[in-house]
């Protein structure tokens, strides 16, 4: 017998994957910011903007978005 796993997509308290994460992302987006830590603990930034403003505009829309969260 074989279980069905099904992802859940509702706000959680717990950490996911990253891989896991990144990998539901692929193919979905038409632009992205990466924002991490590698094994290392040290910070890991990349984009798919040509232009840092474009890349702070999302971030700040993100930004906007999270602290609309109710806690």
Do not use: H, N
Request: a negative charge; charged letters at 25%.
């Amino acid at each position: 017998m074989t279980a069905k796993i099904i992802d859940f997509t509702g706000i959680t308290s717990l950490d996911l994957d990253p891989e896991r994460v990144l990998a539901k992302a692929q193919g979905q987006l038409q632009s992205v910011v990466v924002i991490g830590y590698d094994q290392d603990g040290d910070l890991y930034v990349a984009t798919s903007y040509a232009d840092g403003g474009d890349m702070l505009w999302a971030l700040e829309q993100a930004k906007r978005k999270l602290l609309e969260i109710s806690p």
